[in-house]
Antibody, heavy 121, light 107 residues
Framework: QVQLQESGPRLVKPSETLSLTCTVS??????????WSWIRQPPGKGLEWIGH???????NYNPSLKSRVTMSVDTSKNQFSLRLTSVTAVDTAVYYC?????????????WGQGTLLTVSS | SSELTQDPAVSVALGQTVRITCLGD??????TSWYQQKPGQAPVLVIY???NRPSGIPDRFSGSSSGDTASLTITGAQAEDEADYYC??????????FGGGTKLTVL
């Protein structure tokens, strides 16, 4: 059974950079059958796709966040990461990492439990 | 870019059938996936592709699509089906988009 676990700071100050890591167990980020994705959900609101990364390092980002987002993958640690720069209060959300099928790209079959990140001074 | 539109809230009597819909131009081109989210929990994939259920999802959940509308049907809704449901597809640029979500209440 694939498991994903988000880790990183829970509190970030405005204008700073958010950094989160997702550790994958029970599966490999090097699998060519999957991409690895970040999705967020502001409190009380819906889901927003942030982007995804392939084991090769190829990325696709949500156009609304593209200028501030960087994703990376570390196959040696079986992890992938998210960096979001210049955060503001609107970036406060539960951040999920998820596995996504390479054949569909909107098929998120395994999710992390999510981590609430708060942007506040 | 394009959007996916869902009714904000739907209710169903226990044991009855309910259909949750998702509207969007992109649905003419891409399959829809559906996610169930209960309070405080991560979303769970319930339907994907033409009408496929992941292992462990009850067969009372089914999906269908026609033109610009995708539907998730729960036949014989149970109390444990009360949750938020999100549709997901891709827009004309190939980027992933989610619907706004539908809160299902089982009466």
């Amino acid at each position: 059974q694939v498991q994903l676990q988000e880790s990183g700071p829970r509190l970030v100050k405005p204008s700073e950079t958010l950094s989160l890591t997702c550790t994958v167990s029970g599966g490999s980020v090097s699998s060519g059958s999957y991409y690895w994705s970040w999705i967020r959900q502001p409190p009380g609101k819906g889901l927003e796709w942030i982007g995804h990364i392939y084991y090769s390092g190829s990325t696709n980002y949500n156009p609304s966040l593209k200028s501030r987002v960087t994703m990376s993958v570390d196959t040696s640690k079986n992890q992938f990461s998210l960096r979001l720069t210049s955060v503001t209060a609107v970036d406060t959300a539960v951040y999920y990492c998820a596995r996504v099928s390479a054949s569909g790209l909107n098929l998120f079959d395994f999710w992390g439990q999510g981590t609430l990140l708060t942007v506040s001074s | 870019s394009s959007e996916l539109t869902q009714d904000p809230a739907v209710s169903v009597a226990l044991g009855q059938t309910v259909r949750i819909t998702c509207l969007g131009d992109s649905l003419r081109s891409f399959y829809t996936s559906w996610y169930q989210q209960k309070p405080g929990q991560a979303p769970v994939l319930v339907i994907y592709g033409e009408n496929n259920r992941p292992s462990g999802i009850p067969d009372r959940f089914s999906g269908s699509s026609s033109g610009d509308t995708a539907s998730l049907t729960i036949t014989g809704a149970q109390a444990e089906d009360e949750a938020d449901y999100y549709c997901c597809s891709r827009d004309s640029s190939g980027d992933v988009i989610f619907g706004g979500g539908t809160k299902l209440t089982v009466l």
